[in-house]
């Protein structure tokens, strides 16, 4: 199995533009999440998914985030407008049962000028 | 609030010396994991505990669940330049379907 796969790992885009990332889970996990790390906020829970099912989305910054799972083996992240305080890591992970472990992907660096 | 408190925050040691790192809440945890992340790599899980005072071995890695699952320890021996890395420790609450995070121990181990 290939794990989770992210695109693009590394994102540099300009104030006020639309900002699409991508995220292929692993096959037959039912869980996926994505999170935010910075250095002075650790790990932070944007939104996760059950069965393709936004369950909790409590932890979106704002309504310039909005995440959509389409199908069980694909999810993308968008932020739109993007502001330079959006820069960070952004990782998705998937789980086989929401208890269980996670197996993240290798992550998107995104910087906002 | 940070329910998961991880300590030392930063760690430098030379090669072959032992250390532990710690983990603690004052939250019952139902399950708790070590996670291991390298620089630009996502963390990867090492361990899941979930019985209070489990220990749990991985080649030159112990850890330990706490007897009243409010806390856990991660022994290192004999550290290695490839165990560099930041130590994260998450855990569910209760019936928190949530993962809660520690901010993670960042390790060196210098050659």
């Known amino acids: 199995d290939a794990g989770v796969i992210q695109s693009p790992r590394h994102e540099v885009t300009e104030m006020g533009q639309e900002v699409t990332l991508r995220c292929k889970p692993i096959s037959g996990h039912n869980s996926l999440f994505w999170y935010r790390q910075t250095m002075m906020r650790g790990l932070e829970l944007l939104i996760y998914f059950n069965n393709n099912v936004p369950i909790d989305d409590s932890g979106m910054p704002e309504d310039r985030f909005s995440a959509k799972m389409p199908n069980a083996s694909f999810s993308t992240l968008k932020i739109q407008p993007s502001e330079p305080r959006d820069s960070a890591v952004y990782f998705c992970?998937?789980?086989?049962?929401?208890?269980?472990?996670?197996?993240f992907g290798s992550g998107t660096r995104l910087t906002v000028v | 609030t940070q329910l998961l408190e991880q300590s030392p925050q930063f760690l430098s040691i030379q090669e072959g010396e032992n250390l532990t790192v710690y983990c603690n809440s004052s939250?019952?945890?139902?399950?708790l994991q070590w996670y291991r992340q390298e620089p630009g790599e996502g963390p990867v899980l090492l361990v899941t505990v979930v019985t209070g005072g489990e220990v749990k071995k991985l080649k030159r890695l112990t850890f330990q669940f706490g007897d009243a699952r409010k806390d856990s320890s991660l022994h290192i021996t004999a550290a290695q330049p490839g165990d560099t890395g930041l130590y994260l420790c998450a855990g569910h609450a209760g019936n928190n379907r949530k993962l809660i995070w520690g901010l993670g121990t960042s390790l060196a181990v210098n050659p």
């Open positions: 992970a998937s789980s086989l049962l929401q208890f269980y472990g996670y197996t």
């Open positions: 939250s019952v945890f139902s399950s």
